[in-house]
Structures are given as C-alpha cells and as structure tokens.
C-alpha cells in the first residue's frame, strides 16, 4: 500500500480537490452526494494521470537516477509497468463510475466532458505524440485542472455556470499551472536528455522563472479583478491571505536549483490549497 500511495503522488492530490470545494461554494448550493461525486472524479483523474506519467515517462527514459525529483515506483522497480498502467486503468475507472452517476442525475452529455478529460490524461505522457513533450502542458492544466473542474463542479450542483466560478477557475487553474511549471522547471537537465520537450525545456531555466512568477501574480491578480468587475463576492479577497506562502514559493522557485526546487513545488502547492480554501470561504460568505 506505501507503493501505491507513493505512486499516487499524494502532494499533487491538492491540485484535484481545490476545484471541487472552490466549485462547489462558487455555486452557492450544495447536495452533498454530487460534491462527493466530483471529488471522487477530480481524484480519480489525478491518481489516474500521476499513473499513467509514470509508467509513460519510464517507458521514454525520462525518469533516471539523475533525475532531481521523487524517484517514480516504475522506474525504481518497486512496480512493474504493467502493474501501474493498470492501476491507472483502475483509477480513470473510479472516475467514470462517479462520472457517469453525476451525468445520469445532471445531464447526459457531461460524459463527453468526463471522456475528454480521460483522453487528456492518457495523452499527457503516453500516445504516439504527447502534448507534454509539445510544450502543451500547462494549457491543458488551465483548462482541466481550472476551467473544466471548477465550471463543471458548480454546474453539477445547479445547472449552470455562475460568473463566480468562471473567475474561480481562473484563479485555480493558474496556481495548478504553477505547480506545473515549477515541477517542470526542476526537471529541465533530465527532460531535455530525454527529449521531452515541455514548456520549460523550450523557454529554459530563466524565462520558466519568470513565467512562474508571472502566472502566480496573475492567480492573484484575477482575485482582485474578479472584485472589482462583480464577478466574485467581496469576501473573495480572502484569498489574498495565501499570498505570504506564495511569496515565499516565489522566492524559493527563484533562488534554487535541481533538489532545492522541491521545496519550492511543496510550497507553490500549500499556496495553491490555501488560496483556494480562502476562496471558497469567501465564496460561501459572500
């Protein structure tokens, strides 16, 4: 079981659930088995991709001894690749499952949306040609991990897209985007060896800095935005109280290289998890 929860890569696990609860308070009404639901989709999707990335990116070389982060349960041997690609399978299962009873109960063609959000998992890393290697990634996290999951939460819940959670799912896909380009900032010297050419690797180790910390300014900036359009609630600017760690992770994404990034992942994910609580308090406050 520690091999599996290693492999599900639990601090990532935060990106998934932040969606569902912002979603939900954007919506502004709750029936608590369709917010499970979600979240049961929301993790099913992340456990399901963290999978399928690591027995994708053993498959390509990518994960070596030299690699700066975590070492992947694939590549260590602690599970074989079919065992993982499987777990994998398991996991997008789970999801369908919880997918397919929201559609039932909500509308039927919120399948299409749930297939979509499979078929951009598996090709993430896998497939002939996959779109993280294409410099694609951090679009996909905006709209999956952002638009898609916060959108589709609130509308699960109401029918409908309030302009709350449009703005919500701007400012949760930009710190999941964030978490993405500090993973892929650390992974740079490992990455471009392997030939996985992601966004990163295309724009090297300064400018990914300043995309970080551009894309994190912009979370925060939308925040206030939002305010002041009549998008979101007032209370929103609760928000603005996760801006000390995501300062911090600023700072730390900034100053280190190879392993000393991953203090600054962990905190630009405590930042996103923060945010995101702050936001959907003010959300329900509001």
């Known amino acids: 079981m520690k091999v599996w929860w290693r ?3 639990p601090r990532t696990l935060g990106a998934a659930i932040v969606p569902v609860i912002v979603g939900t308070a954007a919506a502004g009404h709750a029936v608590a088995w369709r917010a499970v639901a979600a979240l049961v989709v929301a993790l ?9 990335n690591d027995v994708a990116d053993h498959a390509r070389g990518v994960d070596t001894p030299e690699r700066a982060g975590p070492a992947r349960i694939t590549a260590t041997g602690l599970a074989s690749p079919r ?11 789970v999801a369908t499952g919880a997918g397919l009873a929201l559609a039932l109960a909500v509308q039927p063609w919120l399948l299409a949306i749930g297939a979509a959000s499979i078929l951009a ?4 890393s896998g497939g002939p040609r996959p779109y993280a290697g294409l410099g694609l990634g951090e679009v ?16 699960v819940q109401v029918e409908a897209v309030p302009a709350a959670a449009w703005w919500s799912s701007v400012i949760v896909g930009l710190l ?17 060896a392997a030939g996985k050419r992601t966004l990163a690797v295309r724009l090297g180790e300064r400018a990914t800095r300043v995309l970080y910390a551009a894309v994190v300014a912009g979370a925060f900036a939308a925040v206030i935005v939002g305010v002041a359009a009549g998008g ?8 603005l109280l996760a801006l000390p760690l ?14 000393g990034l991953i203090a600054g992942l962990q905190a630009t994910a405590g930042a996103q998890l923060a945010a995101g609580l702050f936001l959907a308090l003010g959300l329900w406050l509001g």
């Open 7 to 9: 492999g599900a890569r």
């Open 232 to 239: 979101l609630p007032t209370a929103s600017l609760l928000a």
């Open 121 to 124: 998992a598996v090709l993430y």
């Open 44 to 52: 099913g999707l992340q456990v399901g991709v963290n999978y399928a």
């Open 140 to 155: 996909a996290v905006f709209v999956f991990f952002g638009v898609v999951a916060v959108c589709g939460t609130a509308y």
């Open 176 to 192: 999941a985007v964030a978490i993405l380009v500090a993973n892929n900032l650390r992974d740079i010297p490992t990455d471009a």
């Open 246 to 259: 995501a300062t911090l992770a600023a700072r730390l994404i900034a100053t280190r290289r190879g392993r």
């Open 83 to 93: 065992a993982v690609a499987a777990a994998a399978g398991l996991s997008f299962a």
